[in-house]
């Protein structure tokens, strides 16, 4: 067996240690041993991340596209929400995988190719046994493999979605604007369903239908969603073609997920915390844990970012989760009340977890006090029960479902 000693080891190579190679490249951190263990190089479009932030960041060249107004649509009516200083921005992972790339190579780390078998850690250094052999002895871990959380949750939902790049043979999309939520969606019995239009171009767009609920669609399931929110578009199915397919499962739930499973790992993206319980999104604080790991490892100090969310909002989380599951808040009206009832960045930025204290009680006046005050005193019931009695194992999260009309093509516009 051959070793292996560097100063931190990247369990895992998706979009969360994409950003940390990036980041720490930025920061200009030299001389770190880096080893990077995954089985998988990953290149090209594979994903499409969707956030909110102020524009001119280090991201701006890599955007697809960017938005400074949104819509919310209920049956009843049509917002188009100002995002100022604010922008809706989309991101695709091919850019973010070239920008890593190049960071691994003037970083001088070490790309293992073999899975991770085992990371163990006994407080003073981790060794990790890869896949081929190989044993890899460093200070720090940061390990980003999907993960179940530590122990069920009192509510566990997934954001689950299908969307498909259309190709059309005229303009029929708006480039000036995305549709953040369109709720006229056929609701679902238990869960929340919207779709969303994300256009690059005004012949080119992401078409996405996404619940948020328990279980998963069926392949013909997610196919007749999506073609029926086309329809409801008004779009032209001959018009369009399906350039790609894209599919994901993130879970939404309040059970614990630890990112410092032991002295010397740290867990990133879900894993780690990222995935905001009450919506799914994610990008936003995987990249302000990279960020965050650059500037301590920079500085000398260890690599353990801040909590991607603060403990009261993941409170408030569960919560809304309560709520929503128990059908005490329908899901269209309870995002249509914050939208109407606080400006857009307040909201956007609370769903980040960046708002305060007067801010949030601002957002919390905004739903209906009944049904949530209904789900805080069963919250605190059930916080109670748990503690009286063993935890139980969380389920694995499961895959996304995959198909589709057609399988994915390499995307013209990057």
């Known amino acids: 067996m051959s070793h292996l000693d560097v100063d931190l080891v990247l369990v895992g190579g998706g979009g969360a240690a994409s950003l940390v190679l990036a980041a720490l490249d930025r920061h200009g951190v030299r001389g770190l041993r880096i080893a990077v263990v995954d089985p998988v190089r990953r290149r090209g479009q594979d994903r499409t991340w969707a956030f909110w932030g102020h524009p001119d960041t280090d991201l701006d060249p890599l955007l697809s596209a960017s938005w400074h107004q949104v819509e919310v649509v209920t049956p009843a009516q049509r917002r188009v929400l100002d995002l100022t200083p604010l922008r ?60 179940p959380p530590a122990r069920a949750g009192r509510t566990t939902w997934l954001q689950h979605f299908r969307g498909w790049w259309l190709e059309a043979d ?33 012949r080119y767009a992401l078409v996405e239908y996404t619940e948020f609920s328990p279980d998963l669609l069926t ?77 301590a490892l920079a500085a000398g100090r260890p690599p353990v970012p801040a909590p991607a969310y603060p403990a009261r909002h993941r409170w408030m989380d569960a919560v809304a989760l309560r709520a929503l599951d128990s059908g005490g808040v329908g899901g269209p009206d309870f995002f249509d009340r914050l939208f109407d009832r606080n400006p857009a960045e307040r909201v956007l930025r609370f769903l980040d977890g960046v708002t305060t204290p007067a801010e949030e009680i601002a957002i919390m006046n905004s739903t209906r006090l009944g049904p949530m005050i209904a789900a805080t005193a069963g919250d605190a019931a059930q916080r109670l029960r748990d503690r009286l009695r063993p935890a139980r194992s969380a389920p694995a999260i499961p895959a996304a479902v995959v198909g589709g009309p057609q399988r994915p093509v390499p995307d013209p516009e990057n």
Do not use: C, H, K
Not at 255 to 260: G, K, N, T, V
């Open 88 to 147: 809706y921005a989309m991101l695709r992972s091919g850019p973010v995988y070239d920008r890593a790339a190049e960071a691994e190579r003037r970083l001088d780390a070490t790309r293992i190719a073999a899975p991770a078998d085992v990371v163990g850690d006994d407080g003073t250094g981790v060794v990790v046994r890869a896949g081929d052999g190989r044993e890899i002895r460093a200070g720090w871990a940061l390990d980003s493999r999907p993960r």
């Open 219 to 295: 392949d013909a399931g997610y196919d007749t969603a999506l073609a029926d929110y086309r329809d409801l578009l008004g779009f032209d199915p001959d018009g369009l073609r399906v350039r790609e397919v894209e599919n994901g499962v993130i879970p939404m739930t309040d059970a614990p997920f630890p990112a410092r499973p032991s002295p010397r790992v740290v867990r990133l993206g879900t894993a780690g915390g990222a995935t905001r319980p009450s919506t799914g999104f994610t990008f936003s604080a995987m990249y302000r844990q990279a960020d965050q790991v650059a500037r």
């Open 170 to 202: 005229r303009p029929v999309f708006d480039r000036r604007r995305a549709v953040l939520m369109d709720f006229r969606t056929p609701q679902p019995a238990r869960g929340v369903s919207f779709g969303y239009v994300l256009p690059v171009s005004d």
